[in-house]
């Protein structure tokens, strides 16, 4: 999953899911584990707009572009190899007094319920001075150091809610 974080809080992006089988039908989830989440990033009301979904290389027609909660997804045909381009708004929370442009953000690969086990990777592309995962055993799951500050790779995807402390750009 690549997250680009936008100057209004909102993320355009993108999901590669190489599934251990094919399937038909996919679970969509948003980053809404309100107990899981802190403060005030529990009364966010994420949502995922301008969904594109590719199965197998092959554009997937979608009634509906928009999710704004747990949602199941018909794919035309069965597939392994998915891509999801959307954009996530909603999950910010811009900090207050702090820096203009310094957030709160809860991400989380709408594809986390198809397959947890699936080893998954979190890149956000600029910005990233935190993160934390609150449903490992170590919550810490930030690596390295800003401004190359990444996110721990290999995350179970059942597991792959991160809160991230950010600077957007402006």
Known sequence: MVAVPRADGSFDVTEDVMLPQATDILQLQLPTSGEHLPGMMSR????????????????????????????????????ARLRLTYRLSGSV????????QRA?????PL???????????????????NAVCPLLTETRCAVGDPPHLG????????????????????
């Open 104 to 108: 709160g953000a809860a991400i989380r």
């Open 44 to 79: 966010t009301t994420p949502s995922a707009t301008n969904l594109k979904v590719l199965a197998d290389g092959q554009a997937v027609p979608l009634q509906n572009t928009t999710v704004t909660g747990s949602d199941f997804l018909p794919l035309t045909t069965s597939a």
């Open 151 to 170: 996110i721990q790779s290999g995350i179970p995807a059942s597991k792959a809610l991160v809160v991230l402390q950010l600077d957007l750009p402006r």
């Open 111 to 129: 594809t986390a319920g198809a397959e947890g086990t699936l080893p998954t990777s979190v890149t956000v592309t600029t910005g990233l001075l």
């Open 93 to 100: 929370v811009f900090a207050t007094p702090s820096v203009s």
